[in-house]
């Protein structure tokens, strides 16, 4: 009998497995939120640029790069209800080569921006990292890497599957 349970058992177990799909890998991770192609996570602690970079690295992702102003809105709305008056490192920096500003990950110059009138400015002469500063209604700032603010990771979207592509 007991053999019987066991067999019937792992039979019900393959049964659902095939009904009900394992998608916690084309899915967006727990904590992240989807858009898009991507999904996105809004940290809570404060680190400079290059500790944001490296903490989003460990997970597989990075600093989240602004393609459009449809992901901006939403990294904005995001913003503002995850940490309301708080500002977000995202990806972008212009240490390589002054008032050419590019995306870390892949070193593409932005095609977008969302800066606030009057910026970047470097007006500290050593700002090279970019964040969306809360007191400028989270539009881009130009901000000194060194600072600590909360960041956003960024990474690949893998959908369920159910898409038509083409």
Same mark, same amino acid.
């Given at each position: 009998? %007991?053999?019987?349970?066991?067999?019937?058992f792992s039979v019900l177990n393959l049964v659902l497995l095939l009904t009900f799909p394992d998608k916690g890998s084309t899915e967006c991770p727990i904590g992240w939120n989807h858009f898009g192609s991507s999904c996105y996570f809004f940290s809570h602690?404060?680190?400079?640029?290059?500790?944001?970079?490296?903490?989003? =690295?460990?997970?597989?992702? =990075?600093l989240a790069e602004v393609q459009?102003?449809?992901?901006?809105?939403?990294l904005v709305n995001m913003c503002k209800t995850k940490g309301p008056g708080?500002?977000?490192w995202l990806g972008g920096r212009d240490?390589?080569?002054e008032e050419r500003w590019m995306w870390a990950q892949t070193d593409h110059?932005?095609?977008?921006?969302?800066?606030?009138?009057?910026?970047?400015?470097n007006i500290a002469r050593n700002e090279n990292c970019l964040h969306m500063y809360a007191p400028y209604k989270l539009k881009w700032n130009d901000v000194t890497?060194?600072?600590l603010y909360r960041f956003i990771c960024e990474k690949?979207?893998? %959908?369920?599957?159910?898409e038509t592509i083409g």
């Open positions: 009998m %007991g053999i019987t349970f066991l067999h019937s602690e404060l680190f400079n640029w290059l500790d944001a970079e490296f903490s989003c =690295r460990a997970h597989n992702a =990075r459009s102003k449809e992901q901006s809105t939403f708080i500002s977000y240490d390589v080569v110059v932005f095609n977008f921006t969302d800066w606030y009138p009057g910026l970047p400015d890497c060194a600072g690949e979207y893998f %959908g369920d599957g159910s």
